[in-house]
């Protein structure tokens, strides 16, 4: 499998488009579709972990005195 960890959100989100296409075509061999299958759950785990990432930096503010706090939305 190729190594995606270094790609940006929205390339990784493009190839699982492909995937995704390429599997509800339905004329893909099992062996390839599985194949494909685990590529976009490497993709998705890659995601997921940008999201997270952005989601913990968005989270901080910075106080005038240069304090770093954590910002918590109330659900």
Same mark, same amino acid.
């Given at each position: 499998?190729? +190594?995606?960890?270094? !790609? *940006? #959100? =929205?390339? *990784?989100? =493009? /190839?699982? @488009?492909? !995937? %995704?296409?390429?599997? @509800? +075509?339905?004329?893909?061999?099992?062996?390839?579709?599985?194949?494909? #299958? +685990? &590529?976009?759950?490497?993709?998705?785990? !890659?995601?997921?972990? &940008?999201? /997270? *990432?952005? =989601?913990? *930096?968005?989270?901080?503010? %910075? &106080?005038?005195?240069?304090? !770093?706090?954590? #910002? +918590? %939305?109330? =659900?």
């Amino acid at each position: 499998m190729e +190594n995606n960890e270094n !790609i *940006s #959100f =929205e390339e *990784s989100l =493009e /190839k699982l @488009e492909e !995937i %995704v296409l390429k599997l @509800e +075509n339905g004329d893909v061999p099992l062996d390839d579709a599985i194949e494909e #299958f +685990n &590529k976009a759950m490497h993709l998705v785990k !890659i995601c997921d972990d &940008k999201l /997270k *990432s952005a =989601e913990e *930096s968005i989270a901080k503010l %910075v &106080k005038e005195n240069g304090e !770093i706090i954590d #910002f +918590n %939305v109330e =659900e």
